[in-house]
Structures are given as structure tokens and as C-alpha cells.
């Protein structure tokens, strides 16, 4: 039986999500790409709630029609370390979301990284 890639990265995703839980001082960054876009959510998971997002059709982002996805993804980590820090969060668990650490995910979390926040 071959797995479609929607059911893998599923499967993967369940896996990860049973050693992973955000806190109130330690959210979860969960990131969603699709095949245009990419999105980043800071997550609670004691509440259930949504603490903080940030996506690539923010204005700043948008604006700029001359980049790569690559790119667009190195904005976004950076737009959210620095959204994340006047919001009060220093410190995140980080939720690949069952894709690969590779490509766009892997610039968006290095990206972050460099702007402060802290995995």
C-alpha cells in the first residue's frame, strides 16, 4: 500500500503532535504551507487558543513582488520573531507540522532564529 503525501505527512503530524504541547510561556509555532503561501501560528494548547499569527499575505510581505517563496519564507520568520517579542514571547516549541525540515520550512525557522527568537 503506497501513501499518498497528504496521508503521510498526516501520519508524521500525529507523531510529532504526541510529544509536542504549547504552554502560555513556551507556545507552539505550528507553520501551514501551501503551494503559494506559508503561514505561522503561535499556539497555547492548555487554552485551545491562538496567541499570535502571521502569514505571507501581510502587507509587508505582499508588497514586494520580486522574491522567491524561499524568500518569502525568510520574511515571514522574521515578521514573527519580532511580532512574537512585542507580544511578550521569548521562547517557542517548534511544530514543523509534519513537512520536511528542508526548503522553505527550514528558512523560516532559521529566519526566526536569527531575529531572537529561541527554540
Known amino acids: 500500500m503506497t501513501l499518498t503525501i497528504q496521508e503521510r505527512r ?8 504526541k510529544h509536542i504541547s504549547g504552554t502560555s510561556e513556551q507556545p ?3 507553520v501551514f504551507r501551501s503551494n503559494k ?3 505561522v501560528q503561535f499556539i497555547d494548547d492548555t487554552k485551545g487558543k491562538t496567541l499570535l499569527s502571521v502569514s505571507s499575505l501581510n502587507k509587508n510581505i505582499v508588497g514586494k ?9 525568510k520574511l515571514v520568520g522574521k515578521l514573527a520573531a519580532e511580532k512574537s517579542k ?14 520536511l525540515y528542508h526548503g522553505r520550512i ?5 529566519s526566526a532564529r536569527e531575529a531572537g527568537l529561541k527554540f
Open 86 to 99: 512585542d507580544a511578550g514571547i521569548t521562547s517557542v516549541i517548534f511544530d514543523r507540522n509534519g513537512y
Open 10 to 17: 498526516k501520519r508524521i503530524k500525529h507523531r510529532i503532535r
Open 65 to 73: 513582488k520580486d522574491i522567491n517563496k524561499t524568500e518569502q519564507a
Open 106 to 110: 527550514k528558512a523560516l525557522a532559521e
Open 37 to 39: 503561501q506559508i503561514y
Open 28 to 30: 507552539r509555532l505550528s
